[in-house]
């Protein structure tokens, strides 16, 4: 099993630019998730799906969009770029968003991203 | 301000020391967990700790759970070059969303 893959694993745009960040897991895992991580500030949820059909807003959701395409495919895509969007984006996926206290992250390698 | 805050932010230390990193908030979690991040790659899942006062050990890792559920630590005994790396404490709150500390960088030297 690969896991959580993302594409691409670098990318550089320039302000105003759009972007699509691909993500698939096959762990037949329910929920999907999407993370900033920038020095300092940890991971920051931009978007996450709990299951197949659904999406809903995390933390820092401005500036971009999120399309479940299936159960295993999670995009991310930023419209129109900004500096402020530089930062690594990592994609995550769990068995289920709602059981018990458990809610293990399986992560991707992330997505190194610079707007200039 | 972040909801959880860890420290220390770095930490540098020589193999065999021991040291211990903190994860501090005023809000309580139904779980907290504690995940390890090597350069180039996501964060992985080191330990779930789930009741207050709970304590897990996984070989010389040792974790806690404060006795009210806001808070953690992790503690290492004689640290190895092989535990370099960033530690992030992950708090589970409503809505079974995961909240995320500013990490820990550490760096052992041998």
């Known amino acids: 099993n690969a896991g959580v893959t993302q594409t691409p694993k670098f990318q550089v745009l320039k302000t105003g630019q759009s972007m699509t960040l691909q993500c698939a897991q096959d762990m037949n895992h329910n929920s999907m998730y999407w993370y900033r991580q920038d020095p300092g500030m940890g991971l920051r949820l931009i978007y996450y799906s709990a299951s197949e059909g659904t999406t809903d807003k995390g933390e820092v959701p401005n500036g971009y969009n999120v399309s479940r395409l299936n159960k295993r495919e999670f995009s991310l895509r930023l419209e129109s770029a900004a500096p402020s969007q530089t930062s690594v984006y990592f994609c995550?996926?769990?068995?289920?968003?709602?059981?018990?206290?458990?809610?293990?992250?399986?992560f991707g390698p992330g997505t190194r991203l610079t707007v200039l | 301000t972040q909801l959880l805050e860890q420290s220390p932010q770095f930490l540098s230390i020589q193999e065999g020391e021991n040291l211990t990193v903190y994860c501090n908030s005023s809000?309580?979690?139904?779980?907290l967990q504690w995940y390890r991040q090597e350069p180039g790659e996501g964060p992985v899942l080191l330990v779930t700790?789930?009741?207050?006062?709970e304590v897990k050990k996984l070989k010389r890792l040792t974790f806690q759970f404060g006795d009210a559920r806001k808070d953690s630590s992790l503690h290492i005994t004689a640290a190895q070059p092989g535990d370099t790396g960033l530690y992030l404490c992950?708090?589970?709150?409503?809505?079974?969303?995961?909240?995320f500390g500013g990490g820990t960088r550490l760096m052992v030297k041998p």
């Open positions: 700790v789930v009741t207050g006062g």
């Open positions: 992950a708090g589970l709150r409503a809505g079974n969303m995961l909240t």
């Open positions: 809000s309580v979690f139904s779980s």
């Open positions: 995550a996926s769990s068995v289920t968003n709602w059981v018990g206290a458990y809610n293990e992250q399986f």
